[in-house]
């Protein structure tokens, strides 16, 4: 399955319920919290398998970071051809 879109943003009450650590708030924090709540399922009952989960999370993250390289590259040719006027 590709990601095409990014969830919606989680509540800061869903932050604090799911215990999102504060470097995983992003974008991709929904299915961060997903991953996490697979995770416990699994520590509880061994034949929960996961790697799904985890794989939509890191999938959400690669682009997350491409849409935030992106924006860099754009910001940085605004102000470069703001430079040279």
């Known amino acids: 399955m590709a ?3 990014f969830p919606p943003l989680l ?3 869903d932050l604090q319920k799911y215990k999102v650590p504060l470097k995983w708030r992003d974008r991709c ?3 961060f919290a997903l991953y ?3 995770l416990f399922r699994q520590s509880a009952n061994g034949s929960v398998d996961c790697h799904h989960d985890k ?4 999938e959400c993250e690669i682009m ?3 849409r ?3 924006e860099l ?3 940085k040719e605004k102000l470069k051809a703001e430079n040279d006027l």
């Open 36 to 38: 996490q709540t697979c």
């Open 3 to 5: 990601l095409t879109q």
């Open 29 to 31: 924090a929904a299915y």
């Open 55 to 58: 794989h939509v999370w890191e």
């Open 68 to 70: 935030r390289k992106a």
């Open 64 to 66: 997350d970071l491409n």
């Open 11 to 13: 509540s800061e009450d």
């Open 73 to 75: 590259k754009d910001v």
